[in-house]
T-cell receptor, first 117, second 109 residues
Framework: NAGVMQNPRHLVRRRGQEARLRCSPM?????VYWYRQLPEEGLKFMVY????????ESGMPKERFSAEFPKEGPSILRIQQVVRGDSAAYFC???????????????FGAGSRLTVL | DQQVKQNSPSLSVQEGRISILNCDYT??????FLWYKKYPAEGPTFLIS?????DKNEDGRFTVFLNKSAKHLSLHIVPSQPGDSAVYFC????????FGQGTRLTINP
């Protein structure tokens, strides 16, 4: 039973390009969360999705960032026109149950490290 | 607004001794607290949790203590082992899971 799979593990982009990060949740998990870790900081919540629905995007920057979790395929975090400040590790997590309730524990992937030149 | 704070960026402990990692929070609506452990180049892995209705939860060498009046929780690891060297994140849950900045624990042989 594979865990949460993220790819690519490392991505290098030049300023102004687009970055696409993919996340396949654990088998049986239908809830996906994206977190970002800037250097020397903790993990910051970005967005919580279920299949075909964005449940909470309160942590997403208002511009250039979008996320989706289609009926088929992985969840995708998309960053348009990247800037140097977008350089960070982006972690995806999944859970079987509803969001942040009960004893629901998030299982994290290994992360995608984005470097913007 | 940092709702969950880990004020010690790093901690060094001798192998076999007790490691105590601390975490403070400000939001009284948090109802669940978790500790995650992270090795370099890996994602955080869940370690132990505690509900806000309890004050202690123990799992093997790991014990989490919660002091609601002080809005403080701590993770005790005893005895500490070299494999415990990692970054430890405290997290608290209200509408979402909020993480502290992490404490880098180094266990010295």
């Amino acid at each position: 039973n594979a865990g949460v799979m993220q790819n690519p593990r490392h991505l290098v982009r030049r300023r102004g390009q687009e970055a696409r990060l993919r996340c396949s949740p654990m088998k049986g998990h239908s809830h996906v969360y994206w977190y970002r870790q800037l250097p020397e900081e903790g993990l910051k919540f970005m967005v919580y999705l279920q299949k075909e629905n964005i449940i909470d995007e309160s942590g997403m920057p208002k511009e250039r960032f979008s996320a989706e979790f289609p009926k088929e395929g992985p969840s995708i975090l998309r960053i348009q026109q990247v800037v140097r400040g977008d350089s960070a590790a982006y972690f995806c997590a999944s859970s079987p149950g509803q969001g942040f309730s009960g004893a629901n524990v998030l299982t994290f992937g290994a992360g995608s490290r984005l470097t913007v030149l | 607004d940092q709702q969950v704070k880990q004020n010690s960026p790093s901690l060094s402990v001798q192998e076999g001794r007790i490691s105590i990692l601390n975490c403070d929070y400000t939001n009284s609506m948090f109802d669940y607290f978790l500790w995650y452990k992270k090795y370099p180049a890996e994602g955080p892995t869940f370690l132990i949790s505690i509900s806000s209705i309890k004050d202690k939860n123990e799992d093997g060498r790991f014990t989490v203590f919660l002091n609601k009046s002080a809005k403080h929780l701590s993770l005790h690891i005893v005895p500490s082992q070299p494999g415990d060297s990692a970054v430890y994140f405290c997290a608290a849950r209200a509408q979402k899971l909020v993480f502290g900045q992490g404490t880098r624990l180094t266990i010295n042989p």
